[in-house]
């Protein structure tokens, strides 16, 4: 009987792993480049994503990962690396959907199996009235340092010179 449980579980576990982590929609892929070639087996490459910030209209990230490719990377076992750069820009009229916390995610995704993931957090300059995103990975057992930061400043778009402040807008 306890072997039965014990499969139950890992079955569990493994579904678990594989649901996918995020606070945003599915990024978007906006190209792939090769840069290890691969005789047999998928290459690695860098991927470009774009996504939208959910809670605040008129800001999208994009942000390029690295993918393993190899017969790991084919079956989806490589733990990927956590080189991850980030960039974020004011692409209309920005308009805060609801308040929001400091580091609060943005966007999560696996990294690997079972342990690793990406995050896209935002925060508020609240003296300069500047978005402030931080790309970064984590492991439940050790982190990594490897980060990327972008800032979008709060800027008036076309006729309308009112400008949204980000300080309005944080949970205290």
């Not at 890992?10 to 691969?38: Q, W």
């Not at 750069?85 to 999560?108: H, N, T, Y």
């Amino acid at each position: 009987m306890s072997f039965i449980r014990l499969i139950a579980a890992a079955a569990l576990f493994a579904g678990l792993a594989f649901a996918p982590a995020h606070a945003a929609d599915e990024p978007d892929l906006i190209f792939k480049r090769s840069t290890v070639f691969k005789w047999l087996t998928p290459n690695d490459k860098l991927a470009t994503y774009g996504l939208d910030d959910p809670q605040v209209e008129g800001v999208a990230c994009h942000f390029t990962a690295p993918e393993r490719g190899g017969f790991k990377g084919w079956i989806g076992l490589a733990e990927e690396v956590s080189d991850i750069s980030l960039a974020c820009r004011q692409i209309g009229p920005i308009k805060f959907k609801a308040k929001f916390e400091q580091g609060e995610d943005v966007f999560r995704a696996r990294r690997s199996l079972f342990f690793k993931k990406m995050q896209i957090v935002r925060g508020c300059d609240v003296k300069r009235n500047v978005l402030v995103y931080m790309v970064y990975s984590d492991r439940i057992i050790e982190g990594s340092p490897k980060n990327s930061t972008s800032s979008v400043p709060i800027m008036p778009w076309g006729a309308n010179g009112d400008v949204a402040k980000c300080a309005d807008f944080v949970e205290k």
